[in-house]
């Protein structure tokens, strides 16, 4: 029924899965939101919500990679399809290609799960250790929730693959499936007053779908990472072999430089707000910020499903195919996440009204702030795949200089003003730098990379 009406709204099958994972998420939401504010006291609920922030310094480790692995991918697949059980067949060098691709990230993300361990967990136990002591237990959670994080990130180079050949409606179903499981498991383990491992027990979830999906569907996927690791034979190596420094580094180190700033988007607003203002003011805005999130990510699947098509057009030089496909895409992802932001600060509102539990977020005019900066951070992201799209990466001053605006910012007046004044940053930086320089950066160079075609984009 619902997928139905997605298809009737113009969506396909693999927006409609993405939609419904995210949908998934809002509706999960407002039960994870019963049974932490029913399960957890309003400091553990902070700490809760700044181990989900700290986590996502994850994007310090994976360098930006996963989105560099999609794009290459998809440019390779032009000339490559799947075979039997996850096998890959077509033109050998462009096979050549994407193994060496597949194994060079396989053996990356390796590294950083492990880097990550390794720094993330004694990082987390001082930080949180600063607090004193609590009547919970949070020390063993942190160390199994980082664990968890690394396990996640170790997986992610073969849906990246999966992604990039077009596959979408695989790595949203997969998606969608971890989420209802993810959540399942959560719910379980706070009702039986497990506290923080319901942090580990999120990971546990996407970690058992990922995994059981590669190992049922896609063995053909794993034994190719395998044989090109450890095979005896690995083959002669070809004039048009990949290059990590001569393709990926340039692209990488670029967006890897715009992710890890990306990270003072939204991510930093717990730690600070923890540290100036304690984890109950953390937990308001944790709240928030994962329905927030919710929005941002449910109305984006609509763009970053169409990730492996626009490279493919790239790829053959077919701009006006690419405009067209990106105009209609970024009207859908619009009407989206100004609908879902609609729907969300209403939602605030009346719990604020009418229920104990509207406590547990920040004020609705802070919350209306906070979402409507999402919905400005939507279409500058979506302008940001479309370029991303040729294999470049031309925003990573933008993003690092925005970056360091919506850090300062946040740190200078939510310091000084609580929620209202991170919420406030958020939007200032959004609304009078990051949007309009990127949109300046995308009229330029879509200029410089096409030359004189004659494609516009409609976007009424």
């Known amino acids: 029924?619902?997928?139905?009406?997605?298809?009737?709204?113009?969506?396909?099958?693999?927006?409609?899965?993405?939609?419904?994972?995210?949908?998934?998420?809002?509706?999960?939401?407002?039960?994870?939101?019963?049974?932490?504010?029913?399960?957890?006291?309003?400091?553990?609920?902070?700490?809760?919500?700044?181990?989900?922030?700290l986590l996502a310094l994850q994007s310090f480790f994976d360098l930006?990679?996963?989105?560099?692995?999609?794009?290459?991918?998809?440019?390779?697949?032009?000339?490559?399809?799947?075979?039997?059980?996850?096998?890959?067949?077509?033109?050998?060098?462009?096979?050549?290609?994407?193994?060496?691709?597949?194994?060079?990230?396989?053996?990356?993300?390796?590294?950083?799960?492990?880097?990550?361990?390794?720094?993330?967990?004694?990082?987390?136990?001082?930080?949180?250790?600063?607090?004193?002591?609590?009547?919970?237990?949070?020390?063993?959670?942190?160390?199994?929730?980082?664990?968890?994080?690394?396990?996640?990130?170790?997986?992610?180079?073969?849906?990246?693959?999966?992604?990039?050949?077009?596959?979408?409606?695989?790595?949203?179903k997969?998606?969608?499936?971890?989420?209802v499981l993810s959540s399942l498991l959560s719910w379980l383990v706070i009702s039986l007053h497990g506290g923080l491992y319901s942090v580990f027990a999120v990971n546990v979830g996407t970690i058992a779908i990922a995994w059981g999906y590669l190992c049922i569907k896609r063995p053909g996927l794993l034994k190719l990472a395998w044989v090109g690791h450890f095979g005896k034979d690995k083959g002669p190596r070809h004039d048009s072999e990949l290059s990590w420094w001569g393709e990926i580094w340039p692209m990488q180190w670029r967006v890897a430089i715009s992710t890890g700033f990306a990270y003072f988007l939204c991510q930093l607003f717990n730690p600070i707000l923890f540290h100036y203002h304690g984890s109950v003011v953390a937990g308001q805005m944790g709240m928030t910020m994962s329905v927030a999130n919710a929005l941002l990510a449910g109305s984006?699947?609509?763009?970053?499903?169409?990730?492996?098509?626009?490279?493919?057009?790239?790829?053959?030089?077919?701009?006006?195919?690419?405009d067209r496909l990106f105009g209609k895409s970024l009207r859908q992802m619009t009407m989206l996440v100004t609908a879902g932001a609609v729907v969300g600060v209403t939602i605030v509102g009346l719990l604020q009204a009418y229920s104990q539990y509207g406590k547990r977020f920040i004020p609705v005019g802070e919350a209306a702030i906070l979402f409507a900066s999402v919905c400005l951070q939507a279409v500058y992201s979506s302008f940001g795949v479309y370029l991303r799209a040729h294999k470049k990466e031309p925003l990573m001053f933008v993003s690092a200089i925005g970056s360091i605006i919506q850090g300062g910012l946040a740190w200078y007046l939510g310091k000084r003003f609580s929620s209202l004044g991170v919420s406030l940053g958020y939007f200032i930086a959004t609304t009078f730098f990051t949007l309009p320089a990127i949109l300046f950066v995308w009229l330029r160079f879509r200029k410089k990379w096409h030359g004189n075609s004659d494609a516009n984009i409609d976007l009424a």
């Not at 984006?300 to 690419?322: C, E, I, R």
Request: glycine share 10%; proline share 4%.
């Open 1 to 53: 029924m619902v997928k139905s009406i997605l298809r009737f709204l113009g969506f396909d099958r693999a927006v409609s899965f993405g939609i419904l994972a995210r949908a998934w998420s809002l509706l999960a939401g407002p039960v994870t939101i019963v049974i932490i504010a029913t399960g957890f006291m309003p400091e553990q609920q902070g700490f809760y919500y700044t181990f989900g922030s």
């Open 64 to 172: 930006g990679l996963m989105f560099v692995i999609a794009q290459f991918a998809s440019h390779e697949f032009v000339h490559l399809s799947w075979g039997p059980r996850g096998s890959i067949e077509g033109a050998p060098v462009a096979l050549k290609r994407l193994t060496d691709l597949l194994c060079k990230t396989v053996l990356w993300f390796g590294v950083a799960s492990v880097l990550m361990i390794v720094l993330l967990v004694p990082a987390g136990l001082i930080f949180f250790g600063q607090k004193g002591a609590v009547s919970f237990t949070w020390r063993l959670p942190w160390v199994l929730a980082v664990v968890g994080t690394a396990l996640n990130l170790f997986v992610m180079p073969f849906f990246a693959i999966i992604m990039g050949s077009g596959d979408v409606v695989t790595v949203n």
């Open 174 to 179: 997969r998606e969608l499936a971890g989420a």
């Open 300 to 322: 984006f699947t609509v763009m970053f499903s169409k990730t492996p098509q626009f490279g493919k057009l790239v790829a053959v030089h077919d701009w006006a195919g690419l």
